[in-house]
């Protein structure tokens, strides 16, 4: 089945700019994520790999942070994590004071199981705008940083 591909318009409205993102970064996403579980390794299920992912950018998050991410119960979250630490992919600590409550970090062995999916995804990404001229792949990258300096959670500094 053919896709259905919608001509925009070049325009500098919000609207337009808005439409065309959300038209261009699907296709981008599910490309990277078909690359990433490629390459993630037959011993990982994609919830553990999400769950490296995740830890990757927030050590020290909580199962439950861990369960809303992926959509699960804590229950079910916890197995998935056990399997984790099982194969030394992640790490638990309990802080002091505070008995209730797990801190999951990503181990070196996770770390390096994460990073090489991300370089093997990389460059697949850079296979695919290798054609592009340099002055095209200028311009993505800077939409990219301006893209994520407008998305860019707030700091509680920033914030006040």
Do not use: Y
């Not at 296709?27 to 769950?51: C, K, N, W, Y």
């Not at 369960?67 to 804590?74: D, H, M, Q, V, Y």
């Amino acid at each position: 089945m053919q896709q259905l591909q919608r001509t925009i318009a070049p325009s500098n409205s919000a609207q337009q700019c808005a439409a065309e993102i959300l038209e261009a970064v699907p296709a981008i996403i599910r490309f990277i994520r078909s690359e990433m579980r490629s390459h993630r390794g037959a011993d990982l299920s994609v919830p553990q790999f999400r769950t490296l992912a995740l830890l990757s950018r927030n050590q020290g998050a909580s199962l439950s942070v861990v369960a809303e991410f992926l959509g699960l119960s804590l229950p079910a979250t916890s197995r998935l994590v056990d399997g984790l630490v099982k194969k030394g992919l992640v790490t638990r600590q309990i802080p002091a004071g505070n008995r209730r409550q797990v801190a999951l970090s990503v181990s070196t062995r996770g770390r390096t199981t994460w990073e090489n999916a991300r370089q093997a995804t990389q460059q697949q990404l850079a296979e695919v705008i290798a054609p592009l001229t340099a002055a095209q792949r200028s311009r993505i990258q800077e939409a990219m940083r301006i893209l994520q300096q407008s998305f860019q959670p707030e700091t509680s500094a920033s914030a006040a």
